[in-house]
Nanobody, 122 residues
Framework: QVQLVESGGGLVQPGGSLRLSCAASGSVFSIRAMGWYRQAPGKQRERVATITGTGITTYADSVKGRFTISRDNAKNTVHLQKNSLKPEDTAVYYC????????????????WGQGTQVTVST
């Protein structure tokens, strides 16, 4: 059993900052890529940022230069530092991780957190 638990969402004014965190727990042998996705009301879920086990990152064009993804492999955690927030960043943010639960497993499984609401508004 693997769980991803997110924290750090909330209400922030435009131009403000928030830091999201996600911790994987349970039967985790190894984590490959980790990432953050978001879903705004009436829209499809979209990729925000991803990071590989070796630290290679990707970002959606809409957040480049404002958001920074990082991970702590020893603690099985991933973070998303969000600066210069805009109202259009309002969404439920989901943590994703590609996890191997045993040494013999060859293809990782996708796991998702429960989501954390981020609202950017005056």
């Amino acid at each position: 059993q693997v769980q991803l638990v997110e924290s750090g969402g909330g209400l922030v004014q435009p131009g403000g900052s928030l830091r999201l965190s996600c911790a994987a727990s349970g039967s985790v042998f190894s984590i490959r890529a980790m990432g953050w996705y978001r879903q705004a009301p009436g829209k499809q879920r979209e990729r925000v940022a991803t990071i590989t086990g070796t630290g290679i990152t990707t970002y959606a064009d809409s957040v480049k230069g404002r958001f920074t993804i990082s991970r702590d492999n020893a603690k099985n955690t991933v973070h998303l530092q969000k600066n210069s927030l805009k109202p259009e960043d309002t969404a439920v943010y989901y943590c994703n991780a590609q996890i191997l639960t045993t040494r013999s497993q060859t293809n990782e499984d996708d796991y998702w957190g429960q989501g954390t609401q981020v609202t950017v508004s005056t």
